[in-house]
């Protein structure tokens, strides 16, 4: 374990999808570009992306991957996980089902050698709480994302906040997405649902109801009422699926609520799909976002994750750099 | 983009029943079958009832409306899954494929994304 204090840096390998979809680097070849280009240390994967068989691994594939990672000088950081409790969309998975899903995704985080399991919070706190034990014993901490649309005091986040307090341990945290601190709708998702042919008033009608004020209990209000509204209006049914995206990808909660949890923070998510020709990111004002954080006293990872491979084939790497070059500048590193 | 990497550049192949195509999952992780739907092919302009395309991953086949039964079958974010079209492909070296694929990321209850990926292709 590293002895470094304060917000480290680090990447997803989520943000290289384009290349790793598009088959042109394979899993070692991305860690091995993160290394040259120094992105890390802080590696953090996607189970279901870069593992082929997860939830389950292989002794082969895990030997391979720490060694890999001990010779470029990175350090596993977090390993997403899924609550896929819709495996079979007709069937949601009972707690004991998942549970056991759960479960295993922790084993094989242990197994490839990450201090930190991302889940998701359609796992339930019941389901936490008893993971627990297991996260305890195979020492991985479990992060609740608190991604768009839910802020730290939404009633779900607030059920698992609950139960963090009555279990009380080290091993219950948070990750925070910075995308549900954005101040606006990103310009790349609305370039790209252009360039789809979306009608200029559906963009309009999401923009508007995305401005409009948030009701803390009703954190999927928001679509909701789009959907309604662009119903009303006569929108097609088929342009409506990409604008759940805007609601889901992107919500307004203020940079100081994440004071509430900070104790709890396990790992950060540095989201973002844009970043412009002066390095700043349009919609996610890292400038006041950072600052709380070292404010708060966070210790431990953040990975840059850049999320407009959604959007842009334009390669992620350089996106990265320049992520890493707006975090380096706010924290006075550069 | 997901968009732009549905249908693979060189996965158009005539066969004896009609064509195959070379397909990728249109999302960022792999997805079990059941959460995966052939929602609308179209060659030449002209609409193939899917019925009449099988559908193969990890040297299996389904038809297309068989995949929602399948929660055990994953499809890896790297593999390929192939379409076996059961319909004739006119004569001519190259075209237009336009083809829809459905997803329920079963992680996020109600999320149906349709993205539709379009291309002239060569037949290979």
């Known amino acids: 374990m590293t002895t470094v204090k304060g917000l480290r840096l680090g990447v997803t390998l989520f943000s290289f999808t384009s290349e790793y979809h598009g088959r042109e680097y394979s899993l070692d070849q991305l860690l091995e570009k993160v290394a040259v280009l120094g992105l890390g240390p802080g590696v953090e994967l996607v189970g279901f992306s870069h593992v082929r068989g997860f939830p389950n691994t292989t002794d082969e594939f895990a030997d391979r991957f720490k060694s890999l990672m001990g010779r470029l000088g990175l350090e596993q950081s977090c390993l997403g996980i899924n609550a896929d409790i819709f495996l079979d969309p007709n069937k949601p998975m009972t707690a004991d089902e998942s549970l056991a899903y759960h479960t295993l995704q922790v084993e094989t985080a242990a197994k490839l050698g990450f201090p930190v399991a991302r889940y998701q919070f359609l796992a339930g706190p019941d389901v936490i709480r008893r993971l627990l034990p297991t996260a305890e014993r195979l020492n991985v901490k479990l992060g609740l994302e608190i991604h768009a649309p839910h802020k730290v005091d939404s009633p779900e986040v607030m059920e698992y906040r609950e139960m963090y307090e009555k279990e009380n341990s080290p091993y219950l945290g948070f990750i925070p997405d910075f995308g549900a601190s954005a101040t606006a709708i990103s310009p790349a998702y609305l370039r790209f649902v252009r360039n789809l042919g979306m009608p200029e008033g559906l963009i309009s009608l999401v923009q508007e109801v995305w401005q409009q004020p948030d009701n803390p209990d009703r954190p999927h209000g928001k679509h909701e009422d789009f959907v309604k509204r662009a119903a009303d209006a006569g929108f097609a049914k088929e342009n409506l699926s990409e604008c759940f995206m805007a609601f889901g990808l992107f919500s307004r909660m203020e940079p100081e609520r994440w004071l509430e949890i900070m104790p709890q923070i396990v790992h950060i998510h540095g989201k973002f799909h844009d970043i412009d020709e002066k390095g700043e990111v349009p919609g996610i004002p890292y400038e006041k976002i950072l600052p709380v954080f070292v404010e708060g006293g966070y210790n431990g990872y953040m990975s840059s994750e850049w999320e407009g491979h959604f959007f842009s084939d334009e390669p992620g790497f350089p996106k990265v750099q320049a992520h890493h070059a707006l975090a380096k500048r706010i924290l006075g590193r550069a | ?124």
Do not use: Q
């Not at chain 2, 609409?47 to 890896?76: C, M, Q, R, S, Y």
């Open chain 2, 1 to 124: 983009m997901f968009v732009t990497r549905i249908l693979t550049n060189d996965g158009l192949r005539r066969t004896a029943a009609g064509f195959d195509l070379d397909i990728r999952v249109p999302w960022y992780r792999s997805l079990p079958l059941s959460t995966v739907e052939i929602a609308e092919l179209t060659v030449d302009g002209e609409t193939i009832d899917t019925k009449l395309i099988a559908f193969e991953v990890n040297g299996k086949t389904f038809t297309t409306g068989d995949l929602i039964n399948h929660p055990e079958e994953w499809w890896f974010v790297l593999d390929s899954a192939y379409l076996h079209v059961n319909h004739p492909l006119k004569p001519g070296a190259g075209h237009d494929v336009a083809l829809t694929v459905g997803i329920r990321p079963p992680y996020i209850p109600g999320f149906h994304r349709l993205t539709e990926c379009k291309k002239r292709l060569a037949v290979n």
